[in-house]
Every structure is written in C-alpha cells, then in structure tokens.
C-alpha cells in the first residue's frame, strides 16, 4: 500500500507496507531496558475464586494485570504535563500523529566533566534546514541492541545540551525521539533544562510537542526523511507507553526517472 503526500510543497510517496518499528518491547522481568531506578514492569493472572486468568495454568483465557512505569521500563511518549505544575495529559496534548520526521546519527561529546552531551552545534551541522519536518528521530552512537535491555540507572548516561533543545523548539521541531533514558542528565539537582527549553516552560508552553524516549533505531536504518507514526495509549497521564514507527519515503520525480 502506497502513500502520497506533500511536503512544503515537494511530492513524496510513502511505502505504508515496510513499516520501521522504533520501539522497545515491553517485557516482565529485568531482561529488558530500565532506568531512574524504576521497578520492572510485572504482569499476573486475575485470580478470582475458581477462576484463573491465564490458560497456561488452566485458565480458560489469558487475562493478566500489568504493573508498570512509563518513564523507566521502556519506550514512551511524553508531554510537559510530566514537569508542570498545571494539568496536561498525553492524550490531550498530543492530537496528531503522523509526522514528517528526520533520522540524525549524532556522537555525544565528551565535557570536561566527563558528561556525554548532544549539543546545539551537531545540529546546526547536521539539519541546516528543518522546514520540511515536524519531528526529530536522534539515535546516538555506539548503537547495538544493548539498548534493548540495558539498565541504565546510576551509569549518568547522554543527554541533551538545553541549547540544543532550545534551537529544536525555535526551528519548528515539535516532537522529539531519542533512544536515551532522558534528554537531561540523570542528577540535575531537578533542574530539567532541557525538558523547560524545549517545551519552553513555563513563559511559553507548547502543549502540543512531545518527547520520546528509550527508543532504538537500528543501524540499518539510514538517515533519512521519513513518515512517522506516533502511538500512544489513551492514558489521561502526562506519559504513556508508546510505538511510534518510521516509514521510508521518496520524491515522486526520482519515483519516475
């Protein structure tokens, strides 16, 4: 199945039968990615009288709870309502979801401090022109399916540069995805610089722009314009477990030569 579409007045046709999952699987257990020293995700049976949800254990269906916490066991989508004072949830902020979206490969740079840090200038470099996309896809190198299941608390892994989130903000980038545990350091003493520079909170909140977090992008993927699908749980939270997923596009004209 073929999509068409226009972008800033450019044809593009959109393959919607290749889908390019971006997500983590959500799995019980410690096998799998975790962060902020979060308990890992569990699920159980409903166990009511002579009933048992779980047909591994004779039950006649399976029918399990799920304990889990968005932000620290695997990829999730959240709006600002996950550092303002004031109410937003996830389902209300975020309305749309498909996205023109750009892939970036970035390399965090060393500071003197020892912090790994996405900054402004790799951006500057890398999307000189942001016209064309709403979304921002960062994967960070090294990239392997460590990611899948690596349990990063305590290990003060990458962030984000707040200037860096600041030029996203001033150049129209709406949502952005990244396949780190958060685009602040993991201590900031609750600063959150980064998270308050890209939803520009509180002097000018934009409600409507999302962060993602703990995807992972497989290398072979390119760096490309992509169609992004975002998925989320109808959850009336400021986060909710998410899918979002890429889908390759190309320009009509090279379609034809």
């Known amino acids: 199945m073929h999509l068409d579409l226009i972008v800033q007045g450019r044809p593009y046709r959109c393959d919607l039968s290749r889908p390019l999952d971006i997500s983590i699987p959500l799995q019980p257990g410690l096998d799998t990615v ?14 009511a009288g002579s009933f048992i949800g779980a047909t591994a254990q004779g039950g006649p269906v399976n029918f399990f709870n ?24 996830i389902n209300q902020c975020l309305r749309q979801f498909h996205f023109p979206a750009r ?15 996405i900054l402004r ?33 305590g290990a003060n892994p990458p962030y984000l540069h707040h200037d860096a989130a600041t030029w996203m903000a001033d150049n129209g980038i709406d949502h952005l995805l990244i396949d780190l545990p958060s685009v ?28 993602s977090e703990l995807i992972y992008v497989n290398n072979s ?3 490309g314009l992509y169609l992004l699908n975002l998925q989320i749980a109808s959850f009336e939270l400021d986060v909710s477990p998410s899918k979002p997923v890429l889908y390759n596009v190309l320009m009509m004209n090279l379609l034809m030569c």
């Open 121 to 153: 200038s790799q951006l500057e470099e890398a999307l000189p022109d942001t016209t064309d996309i709403k979304a921002l896809v960062l994967r960070t190198m090294p990239n392997d399916d460590l990611k899948l299941r690596t349990n990063y608390s």
């Open 66 to 89: 799920i304990k889990i916490n968005p932000h620290g066991n695997g990829t999730h989508t959240e709006c600002v309502g996950h550092i303002a004072l004031e109410t937003y949830t």
């Open 221 to 223: 993927i390119p760096d």
């Open 34 to 47: 975790n962060c902020f020293y979060a308990p890992p995700m569990e699920a159980w049976p409903v166990v």
């Open 103 to 117: 892939l970036v490969t970035v390399f965090p740079q060393r500071l003197d401090n020892g912090d790994r840090v």
């Open 184 to 211: 602040d350091r993991e201590e900031d003493g609750g600063q959150l610089l980064a998270h308050k520079a890209f939803w520009q909170y509180p002097q000018h909140t934009r409600s409507n722009c999302t962060i």
